[in-house]
């Protein structure tokens, strides 16, 4: 769920790697450990969903920027259809158990 | 700020705990880390140690990002970090019995502590072509031990911590010892008895070999090669001290007893202290019988001199 989302991130706009975990913490309860993001981001550029420019910072070392890549669109694609789909079952099911309850 | 110490103990221990990934994805991971620390310190007084103390909070421990990559590596099941939901099971499994899998790869350091049976006695007797063998041997161990000494100061300058010191002291090491070895022979090891191939001059050939190819990458193998090249050792001495006569020591400062006690005691102290606890562990049974028949051969040499 997490490097969908992180892919959902980088779709629009090039984001550096603390904004983007500035952006999935303040989203609420989808990362334990912040940290984590960096093995996260490296697999994802080296499937190719990501990929990365460096570019110049005026506060300190130049940063990395991550943006989607052809195949990282189509990644995403494929999960909100399944996304929607299992949310859908998954509502259903609530929705009948909270009738019968 | 960044230079905090406790965020200076943060990346030392993530250091430590990335041991064992290949070393640009070390490299990278602890840049990310560090480059993530500056830029949530960014606008923090230098010495607001709650405000550091809340970014490695929220960052987790090191070991939880080491797991990460490893699982990224495909290692184990990757795991997708969501609060509230049950933990996958694959990340729950424990480490597989065998050496080769258990856990992260042993670090490259484990591989120069293989040269420590080349410190060659004068006591054994070795046929001429095992002989040849040793003297390139030292010449390959001193080049190892330099090449090693070079990279672990780099390591050290890219602030990989401990383990780059640690990498640093053993490529020295090697240097000071097979040096002072080669000075002391002349660039020559001087066969003292022609005799048959024995185990313990194979053992010393297979050494050679078997540094080379744990350098070359197979670094898990590193820490095998040396237990099996230890036992050679070890049993081949065992069994001509028990004939008697061919190693009694004479005027020799170095053993192939030291020499092999050495190397299981700074392996196994590498591996401890780069975080390879599981694999120190399963090494544990069959180094400590290495050990007590290095040590028994040493009790029956010192009898037969005495």
Redesign the interface.
Same mark, same amino acid.
């Given at each position: 769920v997490l490097e969908h989302c992180v892919l959902a991130i980088v779709r629009d706009e090039e984001v550096y790697a603390f904004e983007l975990v500035t952006r999935l913490s303040e989203a609420g309860g989808l990362m334990t450990s912040e940290g984590t993001i960096y093995p996260l981001l490296a697999r994802l550029r080296r499937d190719g969903l990501v990929e990365t420019t460096w570019r110049e910072s005026v506060t300190g070392p130049p940063r990395r920027y991550y943006r989607i890549t052809p195949a990282g669109e189509r990644a995403l694609a494929a999960f909100m259809a399944d996304w929607t789909a299992f949310r859908d079952a998954v509502d259903g099911l609530l929705g009948n158990q909270g009738g019968l309850g | 700020m960044i230079g905090s110490d406790l965020v200076d103990r943060y990346l030392a221990d993530l250091a430590a705990a990335a041991a064992g990934l290949p070393a640009d994805?070390r490299a990278? #991971?602890l840049e /990310? %880390?560090r480059?993530?620390i =500056? &830029?949530?310190l /960014?606008g923090a007084a230098p010495d607001d140690k709650v405000a550091v103390r809340n970014v490695l909070e929220? #960052? !987790? &421990?090191?070991a /939880?990002?080491v797991a *990460?990559?490893w699982? *990224?590596?495909g290692v184990v099941k990757?795991v %997708?970090? %969501? =609060? !509230?939901a049950p933990a996958p099971v694959a990340a729950k499994l424990p480490p597989p019995p065998s050496v080769v899998s258990a856990g992260p790869p042993p670090p490259p350091a484990i591989g120069p502590f293989a040269t420590a049976p080349l410190v060659p006695s004068p006591a054994i007797s070795m046929p001429a072509p095992a002989v040849t063998v040793m003297n390139w041997g030292l010449m390959i161990g001193i080049a190892i031990g330099l090449i090693v000494s070079v990279l672990g100061l780099y390591a050290v300058a890219r602030g990989l911590g401990a383990s780059a010191w640690l990498i640093v002291v053993v490529g020295g090491a090697m240097m000071v010892l097979l040096g002072a070895e080669w000075i002391r022979t002349g660039g020559r090891v001087t066969p003292r008895q022609r005799a048959p191939l024995t185990l313990e001059s194979f053992a010393r050939a297979s050494v050679i070999v078997l540094v080379g190819v744990s350098l070359l990458g197979g670094l898990p193998l590193a820490a095998i090669a040396a237990v099996l090249v230890l036992a050679l050792l070890a049993v081949g001495a065992v069994v001509r001290a028990a004939r008697g006569g061919s190693t009694a020591a004479t005027g020799s400062r170095f053993s192939p007893e030291a020499a092999g006690l050495a190397a299981i005691v700074l392996g196994m102290a590498v591996l401890v202290l780069t975080g390879h606890v599981t694999t120190a562990i399963t090494l544990t049974p069959p180094l400590a019988l290495v050990a007590v028949l290095l040590l028994l051969l040493s009790a029956v040499r010192t009898r037969r001199r005495g």
């Open positions: - | 994805r990278e #991971l /990310d %880390v480059e993530h =500056a &830029s949530a /960014d929220r #960052l !987790g &421990s090191p /939880d990002i *990460a990559e699982a *990224a590596e990757p %997708v970090a %969501v =609060a !509230g």
